[in-house]
């Protein structure tokens, strides 16, 4: 049985356009933030939201402190200190744009369709929350398309740590060497698969550069996937028989 693990944040679902949409909303709205482009105000956004994410995760910050403290600090690093209320007001006007401009990364139905297709077994595994993720899934419209979300809420443990793996792995039925997992974190996707000797496909939509080739097929477009694991399939196959 073919199995496929795939993560979602920027492999299914496209967070960084939402988190534009977000953020862009907010530049149109207060002068402060136009000292800076949109795009550098992004970066800086993504890397806090990066950063205390593993921190929400682990209990040392809860959700709402961690939204509270990456806008605080968006708007410092411009100059102008925001009161807690301000700061409330903020959130919401954030979380609506990302919510409204939700969407799949290109080619993700198309993908998830075809694998289907296929018969393989999908589980999506990724590092949130159980009720944030399915929300996710629901919006970008491919809840219905997959067979199992495995979730570090759930499973108790964090990609690239090879409980989260196991989890879905069980969840599927599946052996790591028919497994497949497919995602755009070098190190949450690829040097977690690679404990446990699952086969990885790197999906690098921004041209960064490869760290080790051997552990990853590189793809730049989720519409490489089905030619590539077409190949790799029938070389499992033959070797079977």
């Known amino acids: 049985m073919n199995v496929v693990l795939i993560d979602l944040d920027e492999t299914l679902s496209d967070h960084r356009h939402s988190s534009r949409a977000g953020i862009g909303t907010l530049w149109h709205e ?4 136009q000292q800076k482009t949109v795009e550098e105000l992004e970066h800086e956004f993504w890397i806090m939201l990066d950063s205390m994410h593993s921190e929400v995760l682990k209990g040392n910050l809860t959700l709402e402190q ?9 708007f410092a690093g411009c100059g102008q200190e925001m009161a807690a209320v301000e700061i409330d007001a903020l959130t919401e006007r954030y979380q609506d744009a990302y919510r409204r401009s939700r969407r799949a990364v290109p080619g993700a139905h198309e993908l998830l369709r075809w694998l289907r297709e296929q018969g ?3 589980a999506v595994i990724t590092n949130g929350f159980t009720t944030v993720q399915q929300q996710k899934l629901r919006e970008c419209a491919i809840e219905e398309l997959i ?3 495995v ?11 090879e409980a989260a793996f196991a989890e879905a792995l069980r969840l599927t039925g599946g052996l790591a060497e028919h497994a497949v997992m497919i ?4 190190h949450a996707d690829v040097n977690g698969a690679a404990q446990l000797g699952i086969k990885a496909f790197w999906l ?12 990853a ?3 730049s477009d989720l519409s490489e996937l089905p030619a590539l694991l077409s190949a790799h399939w029938n070389t499992l196959k033959n070797s079977r028989a």
């Open 30 to 33: 207060h002068p402060a933030l």
């Open 66 to 74: 961690a939204r509270v403290e990456r806008f605080r600090r968006l």
């Open 120 to 122: 393989a077994k999908i």
């Open 147 to 149: 067979d199992h979300l």
């Open 151 to 161: 979730t570090s809420e759930a499973a108790g443990a964090q990609k690239p740590d």
């Open 183 to 186: 995602g755009d974190s070098w």
């Open 204 to 215: 690098n939509r921004r041209g960064e550069s490869c760290p080790d080739p051997s552990l």
């Open 217 to 219: 097929v590189e793809i």
